[in-house]
């Protein structure tokens, strides 16, 4: 929470990029001011079907949601946070790239 409040601070916009459903991370997201891309269900007539409306936003696809949604083009730096296998593609985008830095300390690879 401490880094995003800093990057908040500094005027960044921060993104929460995961394979969750969005659904379960929409209202932390809300909370604190974070826009979402993850993985969205499908649903007819209001009811859920159990599938997926979106790909898994998993691995490349992660880099792909994140470009449609961007224009990476118009930001000075690009930092970015992963703790699994699924974030390594998106971990390449960044100018400032931090693997697993919420386990024992802040560690960039």
């Given at each position: 929470m401490e880094k995003i409040q800093w990057h908040q601070s500094q005027g960044h916009k921060v993104v929460v990029v995961s394979a969750s459903i969005e659904c379960w991370l929409k209202p932390w997201c809300d909370k604190h001011n974070l826009e979402l891309i993850g993985t969205q269900l499908e649903s007819r007539?209001?009811?859920?079907?159990?599938r997926f409306h979106s790909k898994n936003c998993y691995g490349?696809?992660?880099v792909n949601r994140v470009k449609e949604a961007y224009n990476l083009d118009e930001y000075?730096?690009?930092?970015?946070?992963g703790d699994s296998e699924g974030d390594r593609e998106m971990l390449e985008l960044a100018d400032e790239r931090f693997y697993k830095p919420f386990r024992g300390g802040l560690s960039s690879e």
């Open positions: 007539d209001g009811i859920i079907t159990g490349i696809e992660k000075e730096t690009i930092y970015v946070y």
